[in-house]
Nanobody
Framework: QVQLVESGGGLVQPGGSLRLSCAASGNGFIINTAGWYRQAPGKQREFVAGISSGGSTSYADSVKGRFTISRENTRNTVYLRMNSLKPEDTAVYYC???????????????WGQGTQVTVSS
């Protein structure tokens, strides 16, 4: 079964750091493009950061200079390093990725289950 498995969320004080991981499982599937989104209580899900197959990155203005998205293709994993965290970063963070089966041009879009990030003193 193909899925995205997230980890790394938790409770952190303002100014602290966390690193989220998103690993794709399923034989023969690799991550093409990927992104992180978040949803705070009572708000719509919003884009946080994205990374292309070639490593190009993009960020929401609210996280530029504080968050870094990266990928480790040998582990089929995407990361989100979050520094200088603020209370307004509190949300459930979701990984989204286009997965490709090796040898096929077809792509399939998947969402992870979400991981809670809480920034509070």
């Amino acid at each position: 079964q193909v899925q995205l498995v997230e980890s790394g969320g938790g409770l952190v004080q303002p100014g602290g750091s966390l690193r989220l991981s998103c690993a794709a499982s399923g034989n023969g599937f690799i991550i093409n493009t990927a992104g992180w989104y978040r949803q705070a209580p009572g708000k719509q899900r919003e884009f946080v950061a994205g990374i292309s197959s070639g490593g190009s990155t993009s960020y929401a203005d609210s996280v530029k200079g504080r968050f870094t998205i990266s990928r480790e293709n040998t582990r089929n994993t995407v990361y989100l390093r979050m520094n200088s965290l603020k209370p307004e970063d509190t949300a459930v963070y979701y990984c989204n990725a286009d997965l490709m089966r090796v040898g096929s041009p077809l792509q399939y879009n998947y969402w992870g289950q979400g991981t809670q990030v809480t920034v509070s003193s």
